[in-house]
């Protein structure tokens, strides 16, 4: 290879490169874009040019939001509600995985080919019946019933069982000969080494659950038992059509999962990669 | 401490027999090595003394007592595993406590135990370190330590050297030895490593396809192997072995040389002629050997020398020469055998010794 | 490994009795619920008639099913490989990046993806509003005319379509990713003392070494639209719903709007059984490739 033409392959990497950023920086920008826009006097932001910055910086939308409308209520039935889905659905399936990956019992196969066959049903299509089920047990408007069906999770229960799997035979028989029963040895051996795992499995569970729309949606029917993602849409009386009051309403519904992904960024890559591992 | 007897116990996975009515009584004291190649069954025997494997058939006595129906946990052994098994997730300290927390043994005592054995294995200053925190010759210790805490009626060893490297090897297997010596409490060792027989047990097991090939002292399976297997196994480089016919005490070999042998064995035609290398000498002298062959290979170890010889039928022999053999590949040498050293085998394996 | 057979399986019990309960209770008696209601004249809610295979005969000849099906067709062709190639692409840019940078640019391009759909509905809804997006200033400088994207058939199942592909490419572009760092370094190092151009690299080792992955990909993402909703659903709202029909919004359409609980299931049997197939399908395909390796 002569000089020039490596010079010139290293330009047309540096190309790449610099198109990457660029279109890295657009495909954020109407992330940007709503926030700076969350942040204009209502005047502003109707203004018919482009301003990248606030000319009048103002928080009045967030306190219009956060003062004037249900969304601190919304943001309460968020919170309970994916904390209870992720609480449930993590201690559930992390039961199953042991039971699955470790312990022989008769309808073991059989469980799993029904865990497996879960993955491929459209919880979309169980709307109606699910609604049926939640309706008769009196649920509608209830954070147990905004939650029941989100208890659907396949992923998370094959995730578990993987991760058993590959624990070494050698831990189970030194608990063994360690004298740990069944229960100890998940609780005191297998289930501390996961906490990994379990953390990042969580966190996404949380962000799932959080961003759930269609469910949660059919379930509510009462303003104030909405959760954030359903509210913001839903009620538009609130905002009327004041767009910067509705993105700063946006703002705050994204924010807790948006933070809760960067704080963890590897944790919630990892969870992602592990769950689409088994999806195919 | 205490004796531990197997009476004729068996084992199978499925239709596959893996142990095969294997009896052996192991002394209170006593370390005994299991020796054996991969697939002997060596390690499944372990883990029914342990309890981690099902004993199908025979009986299991651990000190005076029945054991072969008991959990693992009742049997009064300790296990080292060949990865340690240590629990990534505890301290040093908690790794070694587990056990004994488990059985609800009072903290003091639990706290005794884990100092005593800290100190025995010198590693006090590591109690409160994760596995992950320590090296492999550590974490070796520390599975140890997991042991010594229970204060079993025998340990068991899993291949435990086998994930260390050649110096800290040599160096675990001497310190080994010095904790039998220390305790003086019954130790059974799996390994497939030849050395670590030798070097470390009173007594080597060797298996071979599911059963018992020979039971005896180091130098007793070196010098006297029971069968062809014993005697090809033991010993590095291994024995030669060589086809021959037996008649007249003397073995005549394929390529016609006799070879005066002292052996109570009835006449025949198929007899494979043992010697060890050692025993093969290279000779100075034109004509004086008991055969002789061409030089192919050879091998300078410094303190002695291999010599790879081809005899004039084709089979291939090793002798031994000093460590300033001025032998060369293609040379015609002679051989000379040392007949108190031959081992003769039957078509069956069987073995007889020279007197 | 010695075993106490009745104590394993009465804990394996205790352990998943939980699961057992919640499944019974929100999955498999929901699925037999929904087949038996598709077969009755049932409302929303109560009792109904037996119908046999009626609810499922009226869907041949119905222009709104005829609608949610082509249109729920048309928003996959439009999102799944366009979704899966625009992944691939800035994945492939992303990698050359290394250390922070990486990590910062995977970010902004991952972040929509963990936004919920109402935000991803309010961002894009404001940036390509009519009268004040940002977009639509664009429009004005290259001289484009201005269109209400929404309340235009037309436009509507593109963009909605681009913004899906918005929202959710963060996910194939992190398992593209994870494709390509499977790929050891050793292969493009023999590559280059070959001589391969960046072109050939590409197309003769990138490219058949990151397959399983696309294939992967292509196919999470064909199931996944094949349910689409929600950004259909928002992006209606105030515009043509009827026109923009896509199956599962049909499905709510009947149930909650029109109280048809029995029409409705017979629509999502169909549904239901459309992702069964692709996923068997797409099963037996990628055991298939395991087994040829």
Redesign the interface.
């Known amino acids: 290879?002569t000089a020039s033409s490596a010079r010139q392959?290293n330009l047309?990497?540096g190309i790449?490169?610099l198109?990457?950023?660029i279109?890295?920086?657009l495909?954020?920008f109407?992330?940007y874009?709503?926030i700076v826009?969350s942040l204009k006097p209502e005047n502003e932001?109707?203004r018919?040019?482009?301003e990248l910055w606030p000319e009048t910086l103002t928080f009045e939308h967030y306190i219009f939001a956060l003062t004037e409308t249900q969304i601190g209520r919304w943001y309460i039935n968020s919170i309970a509600t994916a904390v209870g889905a992720t609480i449930?659905t993590i201690?559930?399936?992390m039961?199953?995985g042991?039971?699955l990956s470790q312990?022989?019992?008769?309808l073991?196969r059989p469980?799993y080919w029904?865990i497996l066959a879960?993955?491929?049903?459209?919880t979309?299509?169980?709307?109606?019946?699910?609604?049926?089920?939640v309706?008769?047990m009196g649920l509608l408007n209830t954070w147990a019933g905004i939650i029941?069906?989100q208890?659907?999770n396949p992923v998370v229960?094959i995730v578990y069982k993987q991760f058993f799997d590959q624990v070494?035979?050698?831990?189970?028989?030194?608990?063994?000969?360690?004298?740990?029963?069944?229960?100890?040895i998940?609780f005191?051996?297998y289930m501390?080494?996961n906490?990994g795992v379990t953390t990042a499995l969580a966190i996404v569970t949380f962000?799932w659950s959080?961003?759930s729309?269609?469910w949660p949606f059919?379930a509510v029917t009462k303003t104030e038992m909405m959760t954030?993602?359903?509210g913001?849409?839903q009620v538009s009386d609130a905002f009327g059509v004041y767009?910067a009051s509705?993105?700063a309403?946006?703002?705050l519904?994204?924010l807790p999962?948006?933070l809760?992904?960067?704080l963890f960024?590897r944790r919630?890559?990892q969870a992602?990669?592990l769950s689409?591992g088994i999806?195919? | 401490m205490a004796e531990i007897i197997l009476d004729k116990v068996s084992k199978s996975f499925g239709s596959v027999r893996v142990i095969n009515e294997v009896s052996l009584t192991i002394q209170s004291g006593e370390f005994v090595v299991f020796l054996g190649p991969s697939g002997s069954g060596k390690s499944t025997l372990l883990r029914m003394i342990a309890g981690l494997e099902t004993i199908d058939d025979g009986r299991l006595l651990i000190g005076g007592k029945e054991s072969q129906t008991l959990p693992p946990g009742q049997r009064n052994v300790a296990m080292v595993f060949q990865n340690y098994a240590l629990y990534p997730h505890m301290t040093v300290r908690d790794n070694m406590a587990f056990g004994l927390r488990n059985i609800k043994m009072a903290a003091p005592e639990v706290e005794r135990r884990v100092q005593d054995a800290a100190r025995m294995l010198e590693m006090d200053a590591l109690l409160d370190r994760r596995p992950s925190e320590l090296s492999g010759g550590q974490r070796q210790r520390v599975a140890i330590g997991r042991a010594i805490v229970k204060e079993p009626a025998a340990f068991l060893f899993d291949e435990p050297l086998s994930n260390l490297d050649a110096a800290l090897r040599v160096r675990t297997r001497v310190e080994l030895a010095e904790l039998h010596q220390r305790m003086n409490s019954t130790m059974i060792y799996v390994t497939h490593d030849q050395t670590e027989a030798m070097t470390m047990s009173d007594r080597i097991v060797i298996l071979n396809d599911c059963r018992i090939e020979q039971i005896g002292t180091p130098m007793e399976v070196y010098t006297r192997p029971a069968s062809r297997f014993v005697a090809g196994f033991i010993g590095s480089p291994s024995m030669n072995f060589l086809k021959g016919s037996y008649k007249d005490g003397a073995m005549t070999l394929l390529d016609g040389s006799r070879i005066a042998a002292r052996v109570a064995v009835p006449e025949a035609d198929t007899y494979e002629l043992g010697i060890r290398p050692e025993a093969v000498k290279v000779c100075e002298g034109e004509g004086e050997g008991d055969t002789k062959g061409q030089v192919k290979v050879v091998e300078h170890l410094g303190e002695r020398t291999l010599v790879h010889v081809h005899l004039s039928d084709g089979s291939a022999i090793v002798a031994q020469d000093g460590g300033r053999s001025p032998v060369q590949p293609g040379d015609e040498v002679a051989l000379r055998f040392d007949i108190s050293e031959l081992h003769l085998f039957d078509a069956s394996g069987k073995a007889w010794h020279a007197e | 490994m010695l075993r106490n057979t009745r104590r394993e399986t009465l804990v394996a019990l205790v352990l998943i009795s939980p699961f057992l309960a919640i499944y019974g209770l929100t999955f498999v008696y929901p699925t037999v619920a929904m087949v038996n209601l598709s077969f009755t004249d049932a409302p929303l809610i109560g009792p109904g008639q037996w119908v046999g295979l009626d609810n499922y005969t009226r869907l041949a000849g119905e222009r709104r099913f005829d609608t949610a099906f082509w249109n729920t067709a048309y928003f996959v062709a439009l999102s799944v490989i366009p979704g899966t190639f625009v992944a691939m692409v800035i994945a492939l840019g992303v990698s050359r990046l290394t250390g922070r940078m990486q990590a910062l640019v995977l970010a902004l391009f991952f972040l929509p993806y963990i936004l919920p759909v109402s935000v991803v509905y309010r961002l894009w809804d404001w940036t390509l509003n009519f009268q004040f997006g940002i977009a639509m200033y664009v429009f004005d400088i290259w001289g484009i005319e201005r269109v209400p994207i929404f309340k235009t058939t037309t436009w509507f199942m593109p963009a909605v379509a681009f913004v899906t592909i918005w929202w959710t490419c963060g996910f194939s572009i992190l398992l593209f990713l994870a494709g390509l760092r499977a790929i050891p370094a050793e292969i493009y190092e023999a590559a280059s003392l070959d001589n391969t151009g960046r072109w050939t690299m590409f197309r003769r080792i990138t490219w058949p070494l990151l397959w399983p992955v696309t294939a992967l990909v292509t196919t999470i993402q064909l199931i996944l639209q094949l349910k689409i909703f929600d950004q259909v659903y928002l992006f209606s709202t105030g515009g043509r719903p009827n026109d923009n029909l896509v199956l599962v919004y049909y499905i709510f359409q009947r149930a909650f709007v029109n109280n048809q609980g029995g029409r409705a299931a017979a629509i999502a049997v169909v549904l239901f059984l459309i992702v069964v197939i692709v996923s068997v399908l797409n099963f037996q395909l990628m055991r298939l490739a395991e087994r040829r390796k």
């Open positions: 290879m392959i047309v990497g790449i490169t198109l990457t950023l279109i890295a920086i495909w954020a109407p992330i874009w709503g826009s932001v109707v018919p040019y482009i449930l201690s559930t399936s039961l199953v042991y039971a312990l022989r019992f008769p073991r469980l029904l879960s993955f491929m049903v459209p979309q299509t169980l709307i109606i019946n699910h609604f049926v089920l309706a008769n029941l069906p208890l659907i229960i070494p035979r050698d831990f189970r028989e030194a608990a063994v000969m360690d004298n740990a029963g069944e229960f100890r998940l005191k051996v501390p080494m906490w962000i959080w961003n729309f269609l059919l954030i993602t359903v913001i849409t767009y509705q993105l309403a946006a703002v519904a994204g999962v948006a809760a992904y960067l960024q919630v890559t992602i990669t689409a999806k195919g």
